[in-house]
């Protein structure tokens, strides 16, 4: 049973002061929407007081996790207000038939005890503000229903997914016209059929049930990546003063050099000592369980291709990441010895920017959550598709049909099926040492220099960020 025992810490301080424009903002509580919200905090921070709002379990997560930064140090004007609420932790299921992670679906139902303290914390802001400006995931809809009756505030909604995901779902449903290139794409759209489970369908209705109209959408991507799809959406939007803004990517386009990172992660002194473009990085991120029979296949094949690589293998986030033990998975014997020369497998949560970023790494096995798309294109690196669920399917779809930076490990339509080790070893072959994997790396080189021009002044990121400022002051 979920329950809220208490309420934030510090809020009727903090509602003392006398603001003009106030940002609060309420990811959903997953490890990638917290990421994208704090991302987006800490930029609007620099302008605005943000207010950045969950449980306490969940603040501290995306605390603990905030990439080279400390959230609690750096920015003076990110206040962070956590609830606290009680929910179960159930384990993650490795052999679920359905790969959504269900095991974190109690805390998603716990971010529904917000709703009373949200609203009460608006309005609070909102006596004391010309304005307030509430920032939330479309899957914290619940949470904000009753902020529009509020005077002086303004709902925006953060998609933490594609661009191309949410118009694919328009498409599904109504068929627009669109050019033959998009076309081309959409008509190749996998079945949702496996992407969610009973209990997140069930957490997803009471959000489009309770789903705000605000004032605009917020999206996680850069109009260099995804314009075609942003346009097609601006276009549908129906209403000419609800209006869209790609403001990503949230994350850095560019990391520092070695030579001046102090106290540098293992992982990238490991590939230090590699050739330039020869290691695949292999990572399912936080919400994907493996299965013994698919860690073993996965094992073998990554062997058998005679490739470097580094393996992040780590159980799933459980609903609170700070409770209990987490499941260590088992490798076949000898395993690890085998591959010592040209294989690193970590156990411990990976600089995964970093990794990617880093001259020797040519390649990345994923499930294709956006956050790792995103931070995969801003590198420059092709991506070995392997989406488990949620979204991922669809952003595949895109990675390998739309930008054509990557290729697909493993087709929608059989994913109850195990993948085998000789099906990892073409993949992998596939993609670092093949010339069609050249094409692929060639074009996401292009594209990464695109995102990087993007986010500098006059770039169209960065003209975003400023039309998205200025709206929302004006």
């Excluded at 979920?2 to 903002?25: F, G, L, N, P, S």
């Excluded at 359905?98 to 609070?124: C, G, H, M, Y």
């Amino acid at each position: 049973m979920t329950t809220a025992t208490t309420t934030t810490k510090h809020v009727d301080q903090q509602c003392q002061q006398q603001e003009d424009v106030v940002v609060v903002i309420v990811p959903l509580p997953a490890q990638g929407h917290l990421h994208a919200s704090l991302e987006l905090a800490r930029r609007l921070s620099s302008n605005l007081p943000v207010y950045y709002v969950s449980t306490t379990a969940h603040v501290h997560q995306a605390q603990l996790r905030a990439r080279d930064w400390d959230p609690l140090k750096s920015t003076p004007n990110l206040i962070f207000s956590e609830f606290h609420v009680s929910f179960d932790i159930p384990p993650p299921n490795p052999n679920a038939c359905i790969k959504f992670p269900s095991q974190l679906v109690p805390a998603f139902n716990s971010s529904l005890q917000l709703r009373e303290p949200v609203t009460d914390l608006v309005r609070k802001m909102a006596r004391i503000s010309r304005k307030v400006v509430v920032i939330h995931d479309f899957l914290t809809s619940y949470v904000v229903q009753e902020v529009p009756k509020i005077p002086n505030t303004e709902c925006y909604c953060l998609h933490t997914v594609s661009a191309f995901v949410v118009f694919s779902y328009i498409w599904d449903a109504v068929k627009p016209v669109v050019p033959p290139e998009v076309e081309v794409v959409l008509k190749q759209l996998p079945s949702l059929e496996g992407c969610n489970s009973p209990e997140l369908e069930e957490f997803a209705q009471k959000q489009i049930d309770a789903r705000v109209y605000g004032a605009g959408n917020i999206f996680s991507t850069s109009r260099v990546i995804e314009g075609l799809y942003l346009d097609l959406l601006e276009k549908m939007s129906g209403h000419k003063d609800f209006k869209h803004w790609a403001l990503g990517p949230f994350n850095p386009v560019e990391l520092e050099t070695p030579t001046t990172v102090v106290n540098r992660h293992y992982s990238l002194e490991w590939l230090d000592k590699q050739p330039v473009n020869s290691v695949i990085f292999v990572s399912f991120g936080s919400t994907t369980s493996l299965s013994e029979e698919e860690i073993k296949e996965l094992a073998f094949g990554l062997e058998q291709s005679q490739q470097q690589f580094i393996w992040v293998l780590r159980d799933a986030d459980k609903g609170d990441i700070f409770s209990g033990d987490v499941r260590k998975c088992q490798l076949p014997e000898g395993y690890e010895e085998r591959v010592l020369e040209r294989g690193l497998v970590m156990r411990d949560w990976a600089p995964q920017l970093e990794i990617l970023g880093h001259v020797s790494t040519g390649g990345f096995m994923s499930h294709c959550g956006w956050n790792s798309c995103m931070e995969s294109i801003s590198m420059g690196v092709p991506i070995a598709a392997w989406p488990m669920h949620s979204d991922q399917p669809r952003n595949a779809l895109m990675i390998t049909e739309g930008l054509k930076i990557g290729i697909s490990v493993r087709e929608w339509e059989k994913r109850n099926e195990v993948v085998n080790a000789e099906t990892v070893e073409k993949a992998v072959r596939t993609l670092m040492m093949s010339p069609e994997g050249e094409e692929m790396k060639k074009r996401a080189v292009e594209l990464k220099e695109a995102v990087k021009l993007s986010v500098m002044e006059g770039g169209v990121t960065q003209k975003d960020m400023e039309s998205f400022v200025a709206h929302i002051t004006r």
